[in-house]
């Protein structure tokens, strides 16, 4: 069977849980960056406000928080919001004035929840040693693409797909 001959990477897959919050005015901080849990310990892995890069992304004169930690904690959604927003106090100030939070933001505690997506399969198993390269050819003229077959990354994914494409327009 073709694709028994380079299967995906063996092991569990890696899940992902991301919660959203809608935060009447600005972002904590003003910065369209990443904001990456430096610290180790605690569930969040990064926080980002999506509205400070493009404004639509939330109405008028509110802000969009986008948390994501790696996993699918064993909690339920209103347990992982309290610890979500517990953390995200340390990072980001509990009062408009506190933290490292701007001057006239909402605090963390105010902010409101909008929705929690678990995807227990967002990742492929990506634990060393593993073959980031896979083929793209499975054999009679069957092909695959994905970031299963290389470095699990939008990158990767991207690579593995054009080198699906080339393989196929070589072998017409």
């Given at each position: ?99 490292a939070g701007a001057s006239g933001a909402q605090p963390v505690s105010e902010w409101r929840h909008l929705r929690t997506y678990r995807i227990p399969f ?51």
């Amino acid at each position: 069977e073709p694709l028994n001959v380079s299967p995906s990477a063996r092991g569990a897959a890696v899940g992902t849980t991301c919660l959203y919050f809608a935060i009447d005015g600005p972002a904590p901080l003003p910065c369209p960056i990443l904001y990456l849990n430096g610290d180790g310990p605690g569930l969040v892995n990064n926080c980002c406000f999506p509205s400070t890069v493009s404004p639509s992304y939330a109405p008028a004169g509110m802000s969009l928080a986008s948390v994501s930690i790696v996993g699918v904690p064993d909690m339920t959604d209103e347990e992982l919001e309290v610890a979500v927003r517990d953390e995200l106090e340390t990072w980001f100030g509990g009062s408009a004035t506190g933290g490292a939070g701007a001057s006239g933001a909402q605090p963390v505690s105010e902010w409101r929840h909008l929705r929690t997506y678990r995807i227990p399969f967002a990742q492929p198993n990506q634990i060393t040693p593993t073959d980031l390269y896979r083929p793209v050819s499975l054999g009679k003229g069957l092909y695959v693409c994905g970031d299963h077959r290389s470095p699990a990354t939008y990158d990767g994914a991207m690579l593995s797909g054009r080198l699906a494409a080339e393989a196929v327009i070589a072998a017409l």
